[in-house]
């Protein structure tokens, strides 16, 4: 089984900064791209952050500057480090990972997301 597991959501006054985890465990045999999504009361989940394996980002136009992934292969993570924070982050986070847990099968697991609220 794999498990993708999110840390790091709190409450968070405007300006200031996160860093969130996402550790996948359990039966892997390789990891490709692993992301970031987010989703606000009402609205559509929505794609913050990718990061390939080999280490190439994309970031939404929205988070530019502000958001940064990364991620440790050694130990299976990624993160994703938030500055500047504002209100209109608030929302869950979750990270998701494209993985192959054989040679021949590839699939796409996500946690179960982690909430950050942007208020003073």
């Known amino acids: 089984q794999v498990q993708l597991v999110e840390s790091g959501g709190g409450l968070v006054q405007p300006g200031g900064s996160l860093r969130l985890s996402c550790a996948v465990s359990g039966s892997i045999f390789s990891i490709n791209a692993m992301g970031w999504y987010r989703q606000a009361p009402g609205k559509e989940r929505e794609l913050v952050a990718v990061i390939t394996s080999g280490g190439t980002t994309t970031n939404a136009d929205s988070v530019k500057g502000r958001f940064t992934i990364s991620r440790d292969n050694a130990k299976n993570t990624v993160y994703l480090q938030i500055y500047s924070l504002k209100p209109e982050d608030t929302a869950v986070y979750y990270c998701?990972?494209?993985?192959?847990?054989?040679?021949?099968?590839?699939?796409?697991?996500w946690g179960q997301g982690t909430q950050v609220t942007v208020s003073s």
């Open positions: 998701n990972a494209d993985l192959r847990t054989n040679w021949r099968t590839t699939s796409v697991y």
